[in-house]
């Protein structure tokens, strides 16, 4: 019966550990518009909050940050989950957005004619919009990111 019981015992031990790591491995932040703005700081850049932005085409609301003389959209979403879910209506040159009924299926599509290249990061809960050709912008919002996953 002793037996049994430090095998349990043992048992428990074992359980307990592996929940430790297990939470303590999922345990770093997920991305959000503070810790950009944070990581980006970090990186020797400075950010400033230029405003709200809505684009209908997104499914939550915008912020506006200004780096290095330009705007860059900042959209944040409830789960990360969200953005994935988002990040899959958008055609991969970043030009068309598709809706989708709750079914998964695609309803309608809006296309937009951008005035430079639209340039899509994801991480996390976000999803950034960088409009523009600056070389410098794109390369540090890839470094901080992620490489873009849609758009020019």
Not at 25 to 42: E, G, N
Not at 102 to 107: E, K
Request: charged fraction near 15%.
């Amino acid at each position: 019966m002793k037996r049994y019981y430090k095998i349990i015992l043992f048992l428990l031990c074992d359980l307990v550990a592996l929940t430790a790591c297990s939470q303590q491995a999922s345990s770093s932040p997920v991305m959000d518009y503070k810790l950009l703005v944070k990581k980006l700081q970090a990186a020797g850049t400075p950010v400033a909050y230029a405003g709200n932005v809505s684009q209908s085409f997104m499914n939550a609301q915008g912020q506006l940050i200004t780096i290095h003389g330009e705007q860059v959209e900042v959209y944040e979403y409830a789960t990360a989950d969200d953005a994935d879910k988002q990040a899959s209506t958008i055609s991969s040159d970043g030009s068309t957005f598709t809706t989708k009924s709750l079914f998964g299926l695609n309803t309608s599509a809006t296309t937009v004619d951008w005035v430079k290249p639209p340039h899509f990061y994801k991480q996390g809960r976000l999803i950034v919009l960088y409009v523009g050709t600056n070389n410098a912008i794109m390369q540090l919002l890839s470094h901080v990111l992620s490489k873009q996953f849609a758009g020019a």
